[in-house]
């Protein structure tokens, strides 16, 4: 087979534009040295897609997006030492490279692992992506251990790395999770993912500062813009704040006064630069078996069966309305 179906966009439209994600045919990816082919059986759909999708310039060529995938791999670079043909793999990918929304996906073995074999593909494709970024953000920007205690809040927990941040969290450290919910929904997932404590984000200031009156230890920060005083308040001093997010003009000076560090926390890091890529494929396989002896459950809840240009512009609808709880996955029949 020289070509495969994919979804691409030709230019950042808006996702009701009927052109927004379209159905394409393309050539199957040529193999780097260190790639596995995998046939891609379930995908979900993250925040990075909607912003990618919204930035993309007018081309002739299509873009094809996607980080997380679960599929099982047909095909191996001759530099493959760790995976092989027939081996069901889950990863988030490589946003330098062509996406998972894609009959098959080349990716770099050293950022992908054997998913774990207690889920389905689709249960599976939702953890990749939010699990290394809050992996990273919690084991590395934070250097939170088993014996580390205090307060971490995680801003805008029923989303889909703070559902894995709790959960991680809880199992791996002895830390007090504090969770920002507003809606009824969305705190009763964060207390079903493991939240100690749950407070409105609206209410950020007063709430945080209610249940941790000296202040909190780590704050997980998506939402950035407009939070910065916010966090000079409720941090102790040599506290500590990670953001995935990069609003524009971010005035991080009112930290300076308590000494409190700020992070940043792009999962795709290592990829981008070539550094110490295989941290990630360990971190996914210790995953999987921390998912397999049932101490971390996948965070689905909804999903499409199918993938093409129809499902896939309805969880790009669902993710873009801001009221997920969890995530969105899309599994082939």
């Known amino acids: 087979m020289t070509t495969m179906t994919a979804v691409g966009s030709y230019a950042g439209l808006p996702i009701e534009h009927p052109d927004a994600l379209q159905d394409i045919e393309v050539d199957v990816p040529q193999l780097r040295p260190h790639d596995v082919l995998v046939r891609v059986l379930a995908v979900s759909v993250n925040p990075v897609d909607i ?45 330098s490279r062509p ?9 770099d073995e050293r950022i992908a692992a054997r998913k774990p074999q207690s889920l389905s593909f689709a249960d599976a ?12 953000t919690l084991f590395e920007r934070f250097a939170l251990t088993r014996e580390s205690v205090g307060d971490l809040v995680v801003v805008g927990a029923a989303g889909g ?4 941040m709790i959960q991680l969290a809880k199992a791996l450290t002895n830390v007090r999770v504090i969770a920002t919910a507003s809606r009824e929904e969305s705190q009763s997932w964060v207390r079903d993912m493991g939240a100690d404590v749950v407070i409105d984000h609206h209410h950020l200031r007063e709430q945080a500062l209610s249940v941790a009156p000296g202040g909190v230890d780590y704050v997980f920060s998506p939402h950035s813009a407009g939070n910065i005083g916010t966090y000079a308040d409720i941090v102790r001093p040599f506290g500590h704040v990670t953001a995935i997010d990069e ?9 300076k006064q308590k000494s ?3 992070h940043w926390e792009l999962m795709f890091t290592r990829s981008l630069f070539g ?33 093409d240009s129809s499902t896939l512009r309805a969880a790009h609808r669902d993710v ?6 969890g995530k969105v996955v899309l599994a082939r029949s």
């Open 125 to 136: 494709a939702a953890l990749p992506l939010t699990t290394i970024t809050a992996w990273e």
């Open 247 to 255: 609003p524009d003009n971010l005035d991080l000076l009112p930290l």
């Open 275 to 307: 550094y110490d890529m295989e941290y990630q494929q360990e971190l996914l396989s210790r995953t999987a078996r921390l998912v397999d002896d049932g101490v971390l459950r996948s965070t689905v809840t909804k999903s499409y069966d199918s993938l």
């Open 51 to 95: 912003k990618r999708r919204a930035a993309l310039d007018v081309s002739d060529t299509p873009t094809i997006l996607g980080h997380d995938a679960a599929g099982v791999v047909e095909a191996v670079g001759p530099a493959v030492t760790s995976l092989r043909v027939g081996d069901e793999v889950w990863y988030a990918g490589d946003v």
């Open 161 to 164: 790395v703070g559902s894995i």
């Open 260 to 262: 409190i560090a700020w």
């Open 99 to 107: 996406g998972t929304n894609a009959q098959f996906h080349a990716v």
């Open 320 to 325: 873009e309305s801001g009221r997920m709880v």
